[in-house]
C-alpha cells in the first residue's frame, strides 16, 4: 500500500469508525444495485465499469463499510439492450437496493430512467453520457444523477479543439441510437455557436459494416475533419473506410474513440484520434497511481481496456458512501438518499476528480467543462494530446 492509499484508508476509517460508535446499528449490508452491460457489444466498457466499482466497494468494507455495515453490489446485466434493461431496473428496486450505479448506454439509461424515478431510487449514471439522461425530470425532483461528462460539454470542448486547430469544414457522422441522436443535436449546436455548419451529416444503424459511400460524400463535400457519435465497432468501420479511400483527416469525438473496439478494430487507422477525457491511464499523480495499481493488482491486468468507465464508476461508489455517512438518522428512503447526495458534507479526493458537493438540488451533473483533457490515440494507447493538460492533470480538477 502506497503512502496515499494509506492516508485515504485511514481518514476514511476513522470516519466510518467516528459514525458507527454513535449509531449503535445493527449490522447488515446496504444493498447497492449496479447495471451496465457485461455481455453484448457494450461489454467492453461494462465490465470495466463493474470492476472499478467493485474495487472501491472492496476498499470500503476493508475499511469498516458504512457504519460496520458491508456494501453489497446487486449486479444487473442489461447486455446493451433497452427493453432488457427495463426489466433489470425493476428487479433492482424489487430487491430493495438503497441506490443503483449503472448505465454505460444513453438509450438503455433512457428507457428505464421512469423506473427509478417513480419509485424515488437514487440513480446515479457514471458511465452514460447522453444529455437527456440528466434533464429528463425538473432537477429539484429528479434521482437521476451522473459522474460522466454529459455530451453538452464534451460536444463543445471538441469543438473548441476542432476550431482551434482550424478546421472548419466538419463531417458528422452519428449512429441512430438515443446516443448518437442527442450527441448529434449537442455537437450541432457547438458548432452553431462558432458559426459553423457540417459541411456533411452521416446517419447510420449500429452494426453497419460499410461507410464508404457517406466518407466518399464527406470527401467530397471538402470536410477535414470527421466528427463521430457512436459506441461500437462503428467508429472503427469510419476510420477503416477513410484509410481505404486514403483520406488523411482525423477523426475526433467523444469518449467512445478511446474504446477497445475502435482502437484495436480500426489499428493503425486508429492512430491520431482524438477525444474527450475525464481520466487518461497514466500516473500522473499520487491518487491516479494508486488506483492503477490496485485495479492491476486485483484483477490482474497490466492495462484496463476503458480506463474512464472502470475510474468514473470508483469513483462513483465513493461518493455514494461518503453521502450515505451524512445521514444521522438511519434515514436510508429514496428522498433522504437524494437529499444526502445533495448535501454531500465531506470532500472526496477521487481519482478523475476533487469532489467537493458534486450535486445539488439544482444541478445533477458532477462533472464540468474544467475537468476535460484531450486524449489522443498514440502507438495503440490513448495518451494527453497536449503537452499542458499532462501538466494540468498533475492537479486533480474540481467542479466550477
Excluded at 154 to 174: E, L, S
Excluded at 240 to 248: D, E, I, Q, S
Amino acid at each position: 500500500m502506497n503512502r496515499f492509499e494509506w492516508k485515504r484508508w485511514v481518514c476514511l476509517l476513522s470516519v466510518l469508525l467516528a459514525a458507527g460508535a454513535a449509531s449503535g446499528q445493527v449490522p447488515n449490508t446496504v444493498r447497492i444495485g449496479w447495471i451496465g452491460p457485461l455481455t453484448g457489444p457494450s461489454g467492453d466498457f461494462g465490465v470495466p465499469m463493474l470492476n472499478g466499482a467493485k474495487l472501491a466497494v472492496d476498499e470500503i468494507n476493508s475499511a469498516g463499510g458504512y457504519l460496520g455495515r458491508p456494501l453489497e453490489l446487486v449486479i444487473k446485466d442489461d447486455t446493451g439492450v433497452n427493453e432488457v434493461g427495463l426489466a433489470r431496473s425493476q428487479e433492482l428496486i424489487k430487491e430493495k437496493v438503497v441506490a443503483t450505479v449503472g448505465f454505460c448506454n444513453t438509450g438503455v439509461a433512457m428507457k428505464s430512467l421512469e423506473v427509478f424515478q417513480n419509485s424515488k431510487t437514487p440513480l446515479i449514471v457514471p458511465c452514460a453520457t447522453g444529455t437527456p439522461i440528466t434533464s429528463k425530470y425538473p432537477a429539484a425532483e429528479s434521482y437521476i444523477f451522473r459522474t460522466s461528462a454529459r455530451d453538452a460539454i464534451q460536444a463543445p470542448f471538441v469543438v473548441d479543439d476542432i476550431v482551434a486547430r482550424g478546421w472548419t469544414k466538419v463531417a458528422m457522422f452519428a449512429d441512430k441510437t438515443g446516443y448518437g441522436e442527442a450527441g448529434l443535436q449537442d455537437a450541432l449546436k457547438a458548432l452553431a455557436s462558432k458559426n459553423l455548419k457540417p459541411v456533411y451529416v452521416a446517419r447510420f444503424d449500429l452494426g453497419v459494416k460499410d461507410l464508404q459511400a457517406e466518407l466518399k460524400a464527406a470527401q467530397e463535400a471538402g470536410a477535414n475533419v470527421i466528427f463521430s457519435f457512436t459506441v461500437g465497432q462503428e467508429n472503427a468501420v469510419i476510420a477503416l473506410g477513410r484509410k481505404a479511400l486514403g483520406w488523411k483527416v482525423t477523426q475526433v469525438g467523444a469518449w467512445p474513440l478511446s474504446f477497445p473496439f475502435f482502437i484495436d478494430g480500426a489499428k493503425d487507422a486508429a492512430e491520431g484520434a482524438l477525444m474527450a477525457q475525464t481520466f487518461i491511464a497514466e500516473p500522473s499523480n499520487e491518487r491516479r497511481r494508486a488506483f492503477l495499481s490496485a485495479y492491476g493488482r486485483k484483477y490482474n491486468v497490466r492495462k484496463i481496456s476503458v480506463p474512464m468507465a472502470a475510474a468514473q464508476a470508483y469513483d462513483t461508489v465513493y461518493i455514494l458512501t461518503y453521502a450515505l455517512l451524512g445521514i444521522r438518522n438511519g434515514d436510508f428512503s429514496g428522498p433522504g438518499i437524494k437529499h444526502a447526495l445533495e448535501n454531500m458534507q465531506k470532500v472526496y479526493y477521487g481519482v478523475t476528480a476533487t469532489h467537493q458537493k458534486p450535486f445539488t438540488k439544482d444541478d445533477k451533473d458532477a462533472v464540468s467543462a474544467n475537468m476535460l483533457v484531450m486524449g489522443m490515440v498514440k502507438n495503440g494507447l490513448v495518451t494527453f494530446a497536449y503537452p499542458e493538460d499532462k501538466t494540468k492533470n498533475l492537479f486533480v480538477q474540481r467542479k466550477k
